[in-house]
């Protein structure tokens, strides 16, 4: 597990195509935008859909677990009442990611009120109500590029790119910072890095969309690269031939395919019942504008497929770079972007 593979697998998704978004939300606080290779954010139509299918992967035909639209764990509005929308950007912009703790509430890293003075993490508990805005201009935060939690600390990413600084800054449940540790120079946008995990020991630096990590220990050093482990489970995802990622963990080793030569697979979670949840995206390229499809497939711990729920990308209103979550039953969150609000749908 000590080589560096080329592709993704973290605990929570960063979307390969939302790359490009990602990084712009990080230079928004000033400075040119770091260039990228990635492919522009995903056009689409504007439904979410779930479909009985046969997995890529060669499991029998399954009918996909519906995706439960009535149920919406919180509902919050756009604007000094909710999150911040930028739709004078390009592409226009929001919230760059959220993170689950232990007890089902949800915290967002409102990233677009940096760029009104006001960077700051909006703490919702699971029926909505609004428990805490955590203000952390005080602290000269730039622009929450990603914002993890291991259930009961919080941890962002600051990046600050007319300044080259790059920061971890640790935080409690009630948004009193912590730790601060600078990230040196050979671990930043230019070096790969995409964002930032919380696995069994600590806090990760992301790099490659889940490629590879490095790990920032408590004296702020940086050990490189280290193996990710989650839920107890050692677990890499890689390419493999074709279209086709490998998965290895502790107990087993199965493929994922996708429909498309463009996409790829990237973890979202290890649930407690041991069972892995991915998230793989599939470009088709056919058609006048590109389609972007999500198969949220969740695999037994021995590498068995169990369901699938397929997202319409189009759904989002606007680019989440992390759109997707496991809270700590093991349930599939979905932080969804429309057009008058922010809302979280279940999957089941």
Do not use: N
């Not at 800054?169 to 946008?189: A, K, N, Y």
């Amino acid at each position: 597990m000590g080589e560096r593979p080329q592709q993704f697998g973290r605990k929570s998704p960063r979307l390969g195509l939302a790359l490009v978004a990602l990084l712009t939300l990080a230079a928004c606080s000033g400075g040119s935008d770091p260039t990228t290779t990635a492919g522009p954010p995903p056009t689409s139509t504007s439904t979410t859909s779930t479909s009985t299918t046969e997995p890529a992967s060669g499991s029998t035909t399954t009918t996909a677990a519906p995706i439960d639209t009535s149920t919406q764990p919180f509902s919050i509005a756009v604007g000094s009442a909710g999150v911040t929308y930028d739709l004078d950007g390009a592409p226009p912009s929001g919230p760059s990611s959220f993170a689950v703790l232990d007890d089902g509430s949800v915290v967002i890293a409102d990233t677009m009120a940096a760029t009104r003075g006001e960077p700051r993490l909006l703490h919702y508990d699971r029926s909505g109500e609004l428990q805490a805005t955590i203000d952390l201009a005080g602290e000269e935060v730039a622009s929450i590029v990603d914002v993890v939690s291991d259930g009961s600390s919080l941890a962002i990413l600051d990046v600050f790119i007319a300044m080259g600084r790059y920061r971890v800054l640790t935080l409690s449940r009630d948004g009193e910072v912590t730790e601060i540790f600078d990230i040196p120079p050979g671990f930043h946008f230019e070096d790969s890095l995409t964002g930032l995990a919380w696995d069994d020991a600590g806090i990760l630096l992301e790099f490659e969309l889940g490629g590879w990590y490095a790990r920032v220990t408590e004296t702020g050093a940086i050990e490189s690269p280290v193996d990710a482990i989650f839920e107890g489970v050692s677990i890499e995802l890689s390419p493999g031939e074709g279209r086709t990622t490998e998965v290895v963990t502790d107990s087993a080793t199965f493929s994922i395919e996708r429909a498309t030569d463009l996409g790829g697979a990237t973890l979202i979670g290890i649930a407690p019942d041991g069972s892995i949840v991915v998230v793989v995206d599939e470009v088709d390229l056919s058609g006048p504008a590109f389609v972007v499809t999500r198969r949220v497939q969740r695999y037994s711990e021995s590498g068995e497929f169990e369901t699938e729920q397929v997202i319409d990308a189009g759904d989002q209103f606007l680019d989440i770079p992390r759109p997707l979550e496991l809270d700590a039953a093991g349930t599939i969150l979905y932080l969804q972007a429309l057009p008058d609000r922010m809302a979280i749908a279940v999957l089941r």
